[in-house]
């Protein structure tokens, strides 16, 4: 599903206009992003949180060069579930072979 279709869908059980939709899809997108970019976790209840992880110092290799580089400390984004939703996602979806 892409954002079109999240826009589209949300539109149509909603009545309201795509453009209204797809700014306020776009606004909800940039404030999570800016609250990750100033330290802060998003948190919503029965969905999940978006939250700031942090990648310890390793030790990788350049496999062309055959040499090892320092990849250093860094914050990655990364969402987790809620319970609720893994449990709905669990019960109400088949496993993929």
Sequence with gaps: MTKADIVAK????????KGDVQATVEA???EVKAS????????????????????AEK????????????IPAHNIPAF??????????KTNTEVAI
């Excluded at 949300?10 to 206009?17: A, P």
């Excluded at 987790?80 to 996602?89: D, H, Q, S």
């Design 28 to 30: 909800f997108m940039e």
């Design 10 to 17: 949300i539109s149509e059980k909603l009545g309201l206009e």
């Design 80 to 89: 987790k579930p809620a319970k609720v939703f893994v449990e709905a996602i």
């Design 36 to 55: 990750l970019e100033t330290g802060d976790n998003v948190y919503l209840r029965g969905f999940g949180s978006f939250i700031i992880k942090t990648r």
């Design 59 to 70: 030790t990788g290799r350049n496999i062309s060069k055959n040499t090892t580089i320092k």
